[in-house]
């Protein structure tokens, strides 16, 4: 009785620990492949630096997005140069074009090993009617795909060295007109989507916007011109690949990320070395301390102090602008009409981020303020009842009022209005645009509380500084918030 008792103890023992063993090697795998858009990651190799002899290179893709089960990946420099067609028989679709053919044989034979081949997915094109392995994006991939694609700029891509030397036609410093670059500093070249318009496939141009060209490849008029005043003509087109990565264990090891991602170029605002001034002496225009808030992306190192410019100073009070945008969120949670006064993004500054930002004795330093909320000066749009708040963002009227420092113009360029972004906020899909603060910080499109053309839609800072009156959809997930308080001094 008692040996079978045993047995049964060791057996249960046994499948407690395969359970645990199970258990613990599903976590290290979903740690494996926890990715998010805009990682850069290495899968397989094809030669780039156009020198044979020492082999191929890893492939960077960029993550698109992570479903769980697959990544979605797109080859962060243009591979080599291709015509979509010869032109022989071609239907003018991509379902019956040569680089579709290229791209799903001798491409993928030369790129991956068997077994990178192996957890490549047979991706289905609704679009095109396809299904393929090795693909291109399509304009609607590239136009909507905001979290990746935030502006024009993001979407311009630089070939490798073996596919400039292959023909990608490359606009550069010596080339008369304007010079494009990629946020890297690498000169841009046009690139092919699978995408057609009236019989011609869409191209991304060298400064990011789309063009449409003959199918087999005749030439297209760029920004550029020769000492002469000729016209300069753009004749060689990139290849960026696009492909779905099964995850799984037969993929665990054949992903590799590069510990860098997309917006590891762009500087923000851990690096910028304020004078902080002491509440107590502060006046216009001088940068404190208040409060604290997840700024670097690091949350081990814990939250950093909030810099804020004063836009004015009483004998009792401060009203303080936050130097960046410290988070994203939407001005209201559904497509609505709504005002200041119900909007979630109102809510979301009174309770969640006034509890995260600021101790006890801060929030016993704020001031609840009567806010005016004043109807859209161009389009009349209402904008509701007063509120009183301790945490809120500016009003149009406020953001072009002159003793606060700010252009009068809604419309005239504003470096004061110009929202830069910590490294927090762009992790969460900051609408981040091609513009800098004065001092290298990259800036984001941010909320104004007034309304815009209408009661679904909110102004909002553009990255030189101007405001767009008539607005954007209050549901929009990608702008900055960049918090006002009024903070007492006696």
């Known amino acids: 009785m008692k040996t079978g008792f045993r047995k049964a103890v060791m057996v249960l023992l046994m499948l407690m620990i395969c359970l645990i063993t199970s258990v613990g090697s599903l976590q290290a795998n979903a740690a494996s492949y926890d990715f998010k858009a805009g990682d850069i990651v290495t899968f397989g190799s094809y030669e780039q630096d156009d020198n044979k002899e020492n082999g191929k290179e890893p492939i960077e893709w960029i993550v698109l997005s992570n479903d769980d089960s697959q990544l979605f990946l797109l080859s962060k420099y243009a591979l080599t140069e291709k015509v979509i067609d010869d032109g022989k028989d071609f ?17 993928i034979d030369e790129a991956f090993a068997e077994a990178e081949e192996y957890v490549i997915a ?23 795909m905001e979290n990746i694609f935030y502006t024009d700029m993001d979407r311009r891509c630089s070939p490798t060295t073996y596919a400039e030397e292959q023909g990608v036609w490359v606009g550069s410093a010596y080339t008369p007109g304007p010079s494009y670059k990629t946020r890297e500093g690498r000169y841009a070249c046009y690139w092919w989507l699978r995408s057609v318009n009236k019989e011609e496939f869409y191209l991304v141009t060298e400064d990011g916007g789309y063009v449409t060209s003959e199918c087999w490849g005749d030439e297209i008029y760029t920004d550029h011109v020769d000492d ?3 016209a300069f ?16 264990k037969k993929s665990e090891h054949l992903i590799v990320p590069t510990g860098k991602n997309e917006a590891a170029s762009i500087k923000t605002g851990d690096s910028v070395e304020d004078k902080i001034t002491d509440i107590s002496k502060a006046k216009k225009g001088d940068i404190i301390t208040f409060g604290s808030y997840e700024q670097d992306n690091n949350t081990e190192n814990g939250k950093e102090p909030i810099k804020w410019i ?10 303080v602008l936050s130097k960046y945008g410290l988070d994203i969120h939407t001005y209201n949670d559904e497509e609505v009409d709504v005002t200041w006064k119900d909007c979630s993004l109102r809510k979301w500054l009174n309770s969640e981020f006034y509890d995260a930002a600021f101790s006890s004795s801060e929030k016993g330093q704020i001031k609840k303020t009567k806010l005016k909320n004043s109807k859209n000066p161009k389009y009349k749009t209402k904008g509701g009842k007063s509120t009183k708040d301790k945490v809120f963002v500016l009003s149009l009227e406020e953001a072009t009022n002159k003793s606060y420092g700010f252009k009068s113009s809604p419309t005239k360029k504003d470096p004061l209005r110009r929202c830069g972004v910590t490294k927090y906020a762009m992790e969460k899909n900051a609408r981040i645009v091609e513009e800098e603060t004065k001092e290298g910080v990259i800036v984001a499109l941010s909320w104004l509380r007034t309304p815009g053309g209408s009661a679904k839609e909110a102004t909002y800072t553009l990255g030189n500084g101007e405001i767009r009156r008539d607005g954007w959809s209050v549901i929009r997930p990608v702008y900055a918030v960049r918090p006002a308080i009024v903070i007492k001094l006696k």
């Open 122 to 144: 047979q991706t289905e094109l609704s679009d095109t009617g396809t299904t393929d392995k090795v693909f291109l994006l399509s304009y609607d991939e590239t136009s909507k």
């Open 91 to 107: 239907d003018g679709t991509w379902a019956g074009s040569d680089l579709r053919k290229w791209l799903n044989s001798d491409f």
């Open 310 to 319: 004063v836009l004015s100073r009483t004998d009792t009070e401060l009203f």
């Open 233 to 248: 003509y753009a004749d060689g087109f990139g290849v960026r690949p696009a492909i779905k990565v099964i995850l799984g």
């Open 228 to 230: 002469d005043g000729e």
